[in-house]
């Protein structure tokens, strides 16, 4: 898992310091933030202290209306607990109190610099958060976009995954990574495939070398994460292993508790395994929306036999 510190959020969205410029290494472990209401009234059974606190007009509102006397009991009730930090969405004014609170106790005070609504605000750090503290491995392959739909292409070393990438990338779909791909677990649903920064935009061709995909092809041809949906595995052809069913039922590979459905495609001289991964992504696009061409099929014969039976 990623660490992530207080500094990183400001960074990332431009925030302000008020106070506690000296302790922005402050690490950050929840992957949601907070905006604390029932708190600021005496409620404390469910505190997430760990998460990022986040101020807005409601919250500052009301802080203003108390007496000084109160504002003081009611802010340090919530500082002692020393949650990483807070946010104040901009627009908000007469902040002294806070500040001196938040000096005191040593927890960052930040301010977002743009006017921003708290509820615009909340989903982006959220998002943000989730992203980086997800739990995440990396397994040797390649990852692409082919049509919208994230394919995580796997086989061992030689079999041809970048080689059939290439091909995929030269028909208009996009790398996302080649050779170290990192899955982050965003949820119990979805897995993310994304590179490891040094790898971006690079595909290792055997024979050729290193290419750089977006200045041959463009920036069409690379994407920074994708979620995925399949994952197909590229192996050595077997005579008689492969079955011509009318619908193939999908295996299924575990990556960090999520089952990613997964198709073996066996190699051969001569058969398209771009194309072939093509109609495998257009294929589960299509389950997805309940349509399968196996019972279309076999809808069309019962019509016929009833018909020729009428």
Known sequence: MKKVTVKDLVRRFSLKVLAGENQLEKVITQSRVHRPGLEFVGH???????QVQILGTKEITYLHKLSKEERKVRIGNIVQYHPPCFIITAGEVGLTYLMHHCTEQGIPLLI????????????????????????QITVHGVCMNVSGIGILIRGSSGVGKSETAHTLIRRGHRLVSDDIVVLKKLSSQTILGTHDE????????????LLNVVRIYGRKAFQDETRI??????????????????????????????????????????R???????????????????Y???????????????????
């Open 198 to 209: 040094k790898s971006k935009e690079f595909l290792a061709l055997r024979s050729i070398g």
């Open 112 to 135: 977002t610099k743009q006017p921003e609504t708290t509820s615009e605000f909340i989903p982006k750090v959220d998002a943000y958060l989730i992203k980086e503290l997800a739990p």
């Open 292 to 310: 399968s061409a196996a019972e279309e099929f076999m809808s069309r014969i019962e019509a016929e036999i009833t018909e020729s039976d009428n």
């Open 272 to 290: 398209d395994v771009a194309g072939l991964i093509e109609a495998a992504a257009n294929n589960w696009y299509l389950k997805q929306l309940g």
């Open 44 to 50: 404390f059974d469910f505190f997430p202290t760990e």
């Open 229 to 270: 949906a399949l994952d197909i595995h590229l192996t050595k052809w077997e005579k008689d292993a492969l079955y011509n069913d009318l619908e193939q039922e999908y295996l299924t590979t575990d990556y960090l508790g999520v089952k990613i459905p997964s198709i073996e495609i066996q190699l051969q001289p001569g």
